[in-house]
């Protein structure tokens, strides 16, 4: 059974009356428990307990030292090709953008791996537009033989792929990848997805099961919070990832917490996401999540991120461009969003000392890359 099977089980248990339904008492009963279950995870994310979150960060805060200790892991995007054969109606990369497109040459990727490298980061992930034709798995299998030059720990975010298109991309030297259902919501995610090759929900949510059973070691995955509803999001991007923890466990599953950010396309989100409602989304997630990795990124802003780090988060962006060339090879490409956390590496690595927390540079390495 795939988890898109598991997932229409939970079609009516997440509706808006559901949570309004979950009381105070409910949420005292989820903090009491170690393993904590679906019913458990929808009275976190319901507003009563938005009214508890001190509660809530309280017992997060205890989870996330136990089991990561004060050590928090850096990585930085690399943007490769941003031809996009989509018309997401959100995306900076939208296929009705008007301006130019840049894919790198497997030269200007390797004057940006230089460039990263020099800040000490030891793992990147690999993003391209949604363009098949312009960036094909022997195009990523390239660049990923370029990067393995340079760093340890690759991992990709690009369009969805085979199984056997992921099992070559781990011989190719990639360890992970980060795919986000956008939302979990079917009929918001047509209206999100007008037209091209990822407007097939379904192709799309099996991603990291075809990835798993490929023998992904690392697969991240998440809503685009302020698509659709944020409670029943974040509610079915945490049993995806309890699925997969379940079903796959020699990989690792993590979770990330996007949100929406002004880009070039100008799209506004219909359900906006605050602060508070994202800080009740990583609470919940954590705690129903405990030993799952958790990425906050630079769309957030630095006091947020600072804010939030203690509470869950165990995995930060730094020194971030989004726009293809952005570290240096040639930034001519247009940004797919705005960031708002545009710190350095070592800026980042210096807060983090700073408040007592470990940066971590290189998350793993294979043994045939260790010298004696």
Known sequence: ??????????????????????????????LSKDRLGPEDLLALLSPAAGAMLEDLARRAAEITLRHFGRAVQLFTPLYVSDF????????????????????????????????IAATGLRQVLVLTGDARPKAPPEFLEQVLAVLREFFPSLLLEVYALTQGEYARMIDAGAEGLVIYQETYDPEQYDRMHPSGPKRDYAFRLDAPERACHAGMRWVGLSALYGLGDWRTDAFCAALHARWLQDHFPGAEISLSLPRMRPHAAGWQPEQP???????????????????????LSTRESPRLRENLLPLGVTRLSAGVS????????????TPQFEVADDRSVSEIAAMLREKGYQPVFKDWQPLDQVTP
């Open 1 to 30: 059974m795939s988890f898109a099977e598991v997932m229409g089980a939970y079609t009516g248990m997440i509706t808006s009356k559901a949570l309004q339904e979950r009381q105070r008492q409910d949420v005292i009963r989820a």
């Open 84 to 115: 996009c054969a989509n018309r997401c109606v959100y995306c900076g990369f939208n296929a009705d953008r008007n301006g130019p497109r840049r894919q790198l040459s497997l030269e200007e990727v390797r004057v940006e791996a230089e460039r």
């Open 273 to 295: 996401v605050s602060d508070r409602d994202l800080t009740q989304i990583l609470l919940a997630q954590r705690l129903f999540l405990p030993r799952a990795a958790i990425t």
């Open 322 to 333: 989004t726009s293809v060339g952005g570290h240096g090879a040639d930034q001519s490409g």
